[in-house]
T-cell receptor, first 113, second 113 residues
Framework: NAGVMQNPRHLVRRRGQEARLRCSPMKGHSHVYWYRQLPEEGLKFMVYLQKENIIDESGMPKERFSAEFPKEGPSILRIQQVVRGDSAAYFC???????????FGSGTRLTVV | DAKTTQPPSMDCAEGRAANLPCNHSTISGNEYVYWYRQIHSQGPQYIIHGLKNNETNEMASLIITEDRKSSTLILPHATLRDTAVYYCIVRLPGFGNNNDMRFGAGTRLTVKP
């Protein structure tokens, strides 16, 4: 049973480009959560999704950031027109419908140059 | 959400027990106490969780006070590989609840040879 899979592990983007981060939840998990960790800081919750539905996006920046979890395929965190301040590690976690088995992926490290 | 308070840092000698405290004085009756750790920018790793009773698994033991206002994570024989940031989280999982984990600053445990 593969764990939570995130890709790519490392992503380099120039300022103004788009970044797409993917997260495949564990088998049997229906909910996905995204977190951001700036250098030398803690994990900050961004968004919580189930398939085709955003449950809580209270931690998402209002502009340039969006997330989806389509019926088929991985969850995508999309950052448009990236800026240097978006450089961070982005972690995804998944759980069952009622929140059990909360497991994290290895993260995607985004560097904006 | 109930909040937790943890010391920012602790040291422990290799081979000795590491006892990491957590205060959660506003915990409600059905909220669980979870512990995760993050080793050097890897994805957070689940350690243990409990509701009222003390719990033990292959990684650690969790001692929850009778009034549930505080808990202690015990790593019985700390190794250098246990050096990490340890997070105590209070959460109410279950269908219809906000299931995301909210991370505080945690305790940076340094195991010294």
């Amino acid at each position: 049973n593969a764990g939570v899979m995130q890709n790519p592990r490392h992503l380099v983007r120039r300022r103004g480009q788009e970044a797409r981060l993917r997260c495949s939840p564990m088998k049997g998990h229906s909910h996905v959560y995204w977190y951001r960790q700036l250098p030398e800081e803690g994990l900050k919750f961004m968004v919580y999704l189930q398939k085709e539905n955003i449950i809580d996006e209270s931690g998402m920046p209002k502009e340039r950031f969006s997330a989806e979890f389509p019926k088929e395929g991985p969850s995508i965190l999309r950052i448009q027109q990236v800026v240097r301040g978006d450089s961070a590690a982005y972690f995804c976690a998944s759980s069952t419908l009622d929140g059990y088995g909360y497991t994290f992926g290895s993260g995607t490290r985004l560097t904006v140059v | 959400d109930a909040k937790t308070t943890q010391p920012p840092s602790m040291d422990c000698a290799e081979g000795r027990a590491a006892n990491l405290p957590c205060n959660h004085s506003t915990i409600s009756g059905n909220e669980y106490v979870y512990w995760y750790r993050q080793i050097h920018s890897q994805g957070p790793q689940y350690i243990i969780h409990g509701l009222k009773n003390n719990e033990t698994n292959e990684m650690a033991s969790l001692i929850i006070t009778e009034d549930r206002k505080s808990s202690t994570l015990i790593l019985p024989h700390a190794t250098l590989r246990d050096t990490a940031v340890y997070y105590c989280i209070v959460r109410l999982p279950g269908f219809g609840n906000n299931n995301d984990m909210r991370f505080g600053a945690g305790t940076r445990l340094t195991v010294k040879p």
